[in-house]
């Protein structure tokens, strides 16, 4: 079964940055072939798309986040990563990291799209 876990979650100031990895672990992971993305969620609120990056290192982001967020991947290692910059008190949220359904597939941040989820881990960004 595979299994996703974050990490690097934490509380900065605004203008700070953080990195978050997503490692893959468990029989039959086919990390390479799948897309994989990033989306957060407040409380209270409907989880959104953030960056996501398909299995040829095209790659997507929610406007709110381009230019600041650069989503990338180690297939060797099979880890996915979101770095981010100039960090404002909105991107506070639960970060989530998802691996897609099929092989293969278009860059995509369509929340259906995905099947395996992390737990996620916490961003909170103070003024």
């Known amino acids: 079964q595979v299994q996703l876990v974050e990490s690097g979650g934490g509380s900065v100031q605004a203008g700070g940055s953080l990195r978050l990895s997503c490692k893959a672990s468990?029989?039959?992971?086919?990390?390479?072939?799948?897309?994989m993305a990033w989306f957060r969620q407040v409380s209270g609120k409907e989880r959104e798309g953030v960056a996501a990056?398909?299995?040829?290192?095209?790659?997507m982001y929610a406007d709110s986040v381009k230019g600041r967020f650069t989503v990338s991947r180690d297939d060797f290692e099979n880890t996915l990563y979101l770095d981010m910059n100039r960090l404002k008190p909105e991107d506070t949220a639960k970060y989530y990291c998802a691996r897609s359904r099929g092989l293969y597939g278009s860059v995509t941040m369509a929340e259906s799209e995905y099947n395996v989820w992390g737990p996620g881990t916490q961003v909170t960004v103070s003024s």
């Open positions: 990056i398909s299995s040829g290192f095209n790659t």
């Open positions: 468990g029989i039959g992971s086919t990390f390479s072939r799948k897309s």
